[in-house]
């Protein structure tokens, strides 16, 4: 006969002790009365007591999925050790009323043990408090809540389990969780989410009855790199003033990346921090709340610190380290001959413009850094640690594509005087960090832009006295030493993703952004952003992005023949408010300057496109037979043809498709497939920070579908037998009310209640982590609908 596991034990007499109210709880619902749980004893179980493997993927998988980003529920993130024993805050990071700047509760930066939590506002979760009537923690009574009221299968969540993002969190401290119970009997862990596997839900109860122990992290594979980390870490603190001022820039653009070295593990990431020790002693982080703060110290130190939070998609943003990389870095930065006079200081004036304060640096150099690895750049604003960013990402269109200004037809590029005379009008709003938000505006987005804009258009005039107009050499080719240099940018909502190469059938917008934009994009979204700023920071960053758009469009324009640009550029922004706003700002449509492009269609903005693409020299792929008509083929599988129709179409079933589903397509040889359905939203415009419903064209609404995974945060999860494909889609493209939507989810879709919906989720997971074995992280569970 087999003994009961430790584990097992643990479940069972949790479940004995709450068997009455549980019953109760089912049958009536919801529960007045803080529930009689009767006395819990908890044997004491060590951490040796434990498979360590098969604890983290548990807690990763069925807690992170939720507990992992900055919006995490109650700042409890459970990512690391650090932020299991920090526990909960009542505060909020995402606070769109808060008039001040928010103290920072940065994991692994803005404390450095669990007294500095509690001093800033956190609570113990993981212990049992001394004075209650049950000895439990919080965590354990909320995995004890979650298998005491499981949802019922397959169905809508009840009316009182709210999902919005902005929904007002109870949080409840230490005492205060009888309350919460009575109040919130669906409340429990996971949170309006199916059960977890008894097995599953044994090993995370008995874990946190132990108190949630630590879990250590592995040491470094091999001696090599540590051989190579000392070889950067040496690089980045050379006390020559030339290596110093390099070293700066390369901190303030990559202190976001995930950085990896190719002979590494695939789990095994650094940060580049500034630590106030040397490189041979322990890191001691410089805490700053922007990355050209100043450090506080007149000695200071770059050093790589390994990451040790669990990888999530959203804020792995991976970048490539390694001797051909400091090579490059030597070549494109250190061989060219400049010199620095002096350092720049520390002040916000200089600090925020990297205009001023890497003057010094040859902008061939610095714009040659950014073009080789730009995939990275845009993906430091779409994926970083902003979690929630509706008013940020409502900027942009629900899909765009991108290209860059080769160096040579760059004035700012090519004419060192010609970036010394705009470096003035550059500033971004971060200058004005302390002060009112006029302040934070006026300069940058009318007066100083205008500036810019006057003397860009007279500096670009002089450079062409016959007006001829960019040719399509001017549109950088990319090389096959460099990543992408074309890009798809689509928005989900409150979330974004980019991918290289042109995906998708051709956008209603396009951009072209040259090094002043790119830089000015960089610092206005990602060096100088703060989370955890107050309003008035967050609504000058969204409108200074207005400009830098604004600007990338232009710049696109400038490439089509004169007479058709006014005509494409009003389609972009219609409605009577939008002219009176965009006369505001932006200066007219250039219809001035021709063209050296030859268009022979009547269509030249596909056109355009569709000449880069095939120019193109990074590899990309030119043909997208899913989304554009003009690349399917005959022969072409009956999966591709079924999933197909219903790519780039529009109807009134488009209305109904969440942000981003996932769709696994079973195949009867255990090979299943992955496509995303993304919902490119209508609108007719983006020009205003708000009511962003009254500016939607439903009708105009298509979806674009991708073979494999993207995105961070699935939406929905659709599960079809192969047979079932043409159903499938068939039954999609038919949908025309609410009633014909829940019907369909009915049939193919896996609510959060479904039994199955984790083990679909796992199945994602999967997908997503062996189609991008080093870019693919953890996706986020928080933005699941419910239809």
């Not at 007591?49 to 807690?59: A, Q």
């Not at 041979?280 to 709340?289: D, F, K, L, V």
């Not at 002096?342 to 304060?357: D, G, I, K």
């Not at 219903?646 to 497939?673: F, K």
């Amino acid at each position: 006969m087999r003994r009961p596991t430790l584990l097992a034990l643990i479940a069972g007499a949790i479940v004995l002790a709450g068997a009455i109210s549980w019953l109760v709880a089912i049958n009536a619902g919801v529960s007045q009365q803080p529930p009689d749980h009767g006395a819990l004893i908890v044997p004491e179980v060590s951490s040796s007591d434990f498979d360590t493997k098969t604890l983290l993927r548990t807690v990763e998988q069925r807690c992170v999925v939720c507990h992992g980003c900055y919006d995490a529920p109650c700042q409890f993130r459970m990512t690391s050790a650090e932020g299991v024993s920090r526990g909960a805050s009542k505060q909020s990071v995402y606070n769109s009323s808060r008039l001040e700047d928010e103290p920072l509760t940065r994991l692994g930066i803005d404390a450095s043990s669990v007294d500095e939590w509690r001093n800033l506002g956190f609570f113990d979760v993981t212990t049992a408090p001394e004075d209650a009537d049950l000895a439990q923690s919080i965590l354990l009574r909320m995995l004890v809540l979650g298998k005491k009221h499981a949802l019922p299968e397959n169905a809508p969540l009840p009316t009182s389990v709210k999902l919005d993002i902005l929904r007002e969190l109870s949080c409840p401290a230490p005492g205060e969780f009888n309350r919460y119970e009575a109040k919130n009997p669906f409340g429990g862990m996971p949170y309006a989410m199916a059960p977890m596997a008894d097995e599953e839900w044994a090993t995370l109860s008995a874990w946190a009855a132990a108190g949630a122990p630590a879990l250590q992290q592995s040491p470094l594979a091999t001696d090599e790199l540590s051989v190579q980390i000392a070889e950067w870490e040496s690089f980045l603190n050379d006390s020559a003033p030339k290596e110093r001022l390099v070293a700066r820039y390369l901190y303030e653009h990559l202190f976001l990346a995930h950085l990896y070295f190719s002979a590494s593990q695939a789990n095994t990431y650094f940060k580049l921090v500034r630590s106030s020790t040397p490189p041979g002693e322990p890191i001691r982080i410089i805490a700053t709340r922007r990355p050209y703060d100043d450090p506080g110290a007149d000695e200071f130190y770059y050093r790589l610190s390994r990451v040790s939070e669990t990888i999530l998609h959203k804020t792995h943003i991976t970048y490539e380290i390694g001797p051909a990389r400091l090579a490059h870095y030597r070549d494109i930065f250190l061989e060219p001959d400049w010199q620095v006079t002096e350092l720049p200081s520390y002040e916000p004036t200089v600090a925020s413009n990297p205009f001023t304060a890497f003057a010094a640096i040859p902008a061939s150099a610095r714009y040659r850094f950014l073009l080789d690895d730009v995939e990275y750049i845009i993906r430091t604003f779409i994926r970083g640690p902003v979690c929630r960013g509706q008013v940020a990402v409502n900027v942009i269109e629900d899909r765009f594509w991108v290209m860059f200004l080769t160096p040579g037809a760059d004035l700012s590029v090519a004419d060192p005087e010609y970036l010394a005379a705009a470096t003035p009008f550059l500033g971004l709003p971060a200058e004005h960090a302390e002060g009112p938000l006029l302040d934070r505006l006026v300069p940058a987005y009318l007066d100083h832009h205008r500036q810019y804009a006057e003397l860009r258009k007279k500096r670009y005039n002089t450079a062409d006295p016959q007006k001829a107009g960019p040719s399509l050499d001017a549109i950088w080719l990319g090389d096959e030493n460099a990543g992408a240099s074309l890009l798809t940018v689509f928005r989900h909502f409150d979330n974004a993703t980019v991918v290289s190469g042109f995906v998708g059938d051709v956008p209603e917008t396009a951009w072209v952004i040259d090094f002043p934009t790119l830089e000015r994009i960089y610092y206005n979204l990602v060096a100088g952003f703060d989370v955890f700023g107050s309003v008035e920071h967050q609504i000058a960053t969204r409108v200074y992005m207005d400009l830098l758009r604004i600007e990338s469009e232009d710049l696109f324009l400038s490439f089509l023949p004169a007479d058709r640009r006014r005509e494409i550029h009003d389609d972009w922004y219609r409605g009577g408010k939008v002219k009176i706003r965009t006369l505001l700002h932006q200066k007219p449509v250039d219809i001035d300057h021709a063209t050296q492009v030859n268009f022979t269609t009547d269509d030249p903005k596909a056109e355009l496109l569709v000449k880069a693409l095939k120019r193109n020299q990074s590899g990309l792929s030119q043909r997208d037979p899913i989304n554009r008509a003009g690349d399917r083929r005959l022969g072409h599988s009956p999966e591709l043809a079924a999933i197909s129709s219903i790519a780039s179409t529009r109807g009134p079933w488009v209305r109904y498709l969440p942000d981003l589903s996932l769709v696994r397509i079973r195949n009867s040889n255990g090979v299943d497939r992955v496509y995303s359905l993304i919902h490119d939203k209508a609108h007719t415009n983006i020009a205003f920070l708000f009511a962003e419903n009254l500016r939607r064209e439903p009708e105009k609404d298509t979806v674009t579908v991708i073979e494999g995974q993207i995105g961070s945060y699935p939406n929905f999860f659709f599960v079809v037998e192969h047979g079932e494909l043409n159903n499938f889609t068939h039954s999609l493209s038919t949908i025309s009310t609410q009633q014909d939507w829940r019907s369909f989810i009915d049939v193919f879709g896996v609510r959060r209640s479904s039994p199955q919906f984790w083990q679909t989720a796992d199945f994602f997971q999967e997908a997503a982590s062996n189609q991008h074995p080093r870019k693919g992280g953890l996706l986020d569970l928080n933005r699941y609908d419910d239809p």
